[in-house]
């Protein structure tokens, strides 16, 4: 079975201070691995992905995510976080075999960025 | 490229009426996703359709809920005799191909049953 889980429901850092993002995964086979993140009454947009290759992946506004197998983690790191960061961010694994087709989301984490 | 266009943005029913959501997908795509986040939840999928095929539907409610994707038009997502409990967000995304490894996803409508 596929599942995601991000243990903090919310994370509050300073303007300029890096930030992580946390994630952990469950899956069958190879993950597919994504993060998206949700402004106030928006839809998802997409940040970054893990396929395969380097375990540093690099996505938009200056998020990178490092995929740990023998951690089964996927976290979400800034250098240097911005206040207009503040939102919610989901982690997802794509699902494997006969799920393919199929996003399993974290509960999300509410990311404050406090000036 | 406008982009997964879904309508209306919010929609507002009382129990027992019918709630219907459109989702058109970005041009070209021919797979389109739905997905109900609950307050306070991630999204949990519902079904996976293509042009006038579900593909699967294993995250529907076995009652009440339809979904389609006909040959000319959005992708009708469909409620009947609405609930409390269906209120949400509805999230419609589409993909190019299956094997693409990224949704484009739309903004979504806000599904609130009096």
């Known amino acids: 079975a596929q599942s995601v889980a991000q243990p903090e429901d919310q994370v509050k850092v300073a303007e300029g201070n890096p930030l992580t993002v946390k994630c952990t995964y469950s899956?069958?086979?190879?993950?597919?691995l994504f993060w998206y993140v949700q402004y106030p009454n928006r839809g998802l947009q997409f940040l970054l992905k893990?396929?395969?290759?380097?375990?540093l992946v690099k996505g938009s506004y200056g998020f990178e995510a490092e995929f740990n197998k023998s951690q089964t983690s996927f976290h979400l790191k800034k250098p240097s976080a911005l206040v207009s960061d503040s939102a919610l961010y989901f982690c997802?694994?794509?699902?494997?075999?006969?799920?393919?087709?199929?996003?399993?989301f974290g509960s999300g984490t509410k990311l404050n960025v406090k000036p | 490229n406008a982009g997964v266009m879904q309508n209306p943005r919010h929609l507002v029913r009382r129990r027992g009426q019918e709630a219907r959501l459109r989702c058109s997908p970005m041009?070209?795509?021919?797979?389109v996703y739905w997905y109900r986040q609950l307050p306070e939840e991630g999204l949990k999928f519902m079904v996976y359709?293509?042009?006038?095929?579900?593909?699967?539907e294993s995250g529907m409610p076995k009652e009440r809920f339809s979904a389609e994707f006909p040959k000319e038009g959005p992708s009708i997502l469909r409620i009947q005799q609405v609930v409390r409990g269906d209120s949400a967000a509805y999230f419609c995304?589409?993909?190019?191909?299956?094997?693409?490894?990224?949704?484009?996803f739309g903004s979504g409508t806000r599904l609130t049953v009096v």
């Open positions: 899956v069958s086979g190879n993950p597919y």
């Open positions: 041009k070209g795509h021919s797979h």
């Open positions: 997802a694994v794509r699902g494997s075999e006969d799920n393919f087709n199929k996003f399993y």
């Open positions: 995304a589409s993909s190019l191909r299956t094997d693409n490894y990224g949704y484009t």
């Open positions: 893990y396929i395969t290759g380097d375990n």
């Open positions: 359709l293509q042009k006038e095929n579900i593909i699967d």
